[in-house]
Nanobody, 125 residues
Framework: VQLQASGGGLVQAGGSLRLSCAASGRTFYNYAMGWFRQAPGKEREFVAAIAWRGHTTSYAESVKGRFTISRENAKNMVYLQMNSLKPEDTAVYYC???????????????????WGQGTQVTVSS
């Protein structure tokens, strides 16, 4: 699976962005998908994940109520809608694929099998 993230940019605090991740391959539905982020000088951290059928989602506490992850298996796409953005959301955002077909999702980055190249999100105060 190859992943291509897009949609990052510069936005003022309180604004919104929608990240997209396009996946190649015919078996996209066999993967749980996740979004992670990495700020300068910090470790990569979990943001959100969605199960293969979209029936289960998980969010980091810091983004709950502001971010929404979704997917369209017919289009091999996963999205991250980010609202009420804060300066602390500034980071490079990565989409990742976890080869698991289950009713749960994982939040550990090292368990994800494939990664996109990242897209920069900058939130100004």
């Amino acid at each position: 699976v190859q992943l291509q993230a897009s949609g990052g940019g510069l936005v003022q605090a309180g604004g919104s962005l929608r990240l997209s991740c396009a996946a190649s391959g015919r078996t996209f539905y066999n993967y749980a998908m996740g979004w992670f982020r990495q700020a300068p000088g910090k470790e990569r951290e979990f943001v959100a994940a969605i199960a293969w059928r979209g029936h289960t989602t998980s969010y980091a506490e810091s983004v709950k109520g502001r971010f929404t992850i979704s997917r369209e298996n017919a289009k091999n796409m996963v999205y991250l809608q980010m609202n009420s953005l804060k300066p602390e959301d500034t980071a490079v955002y990565y989409c990742a694929a976890d080869r698991v077909v289950a009713n749960w999702v994982r939040t550990d980055s090292y368990k994800y099998d494939y990664w996109g190249q990242g897209t920069q999100v900058t939130v100004s105060s």
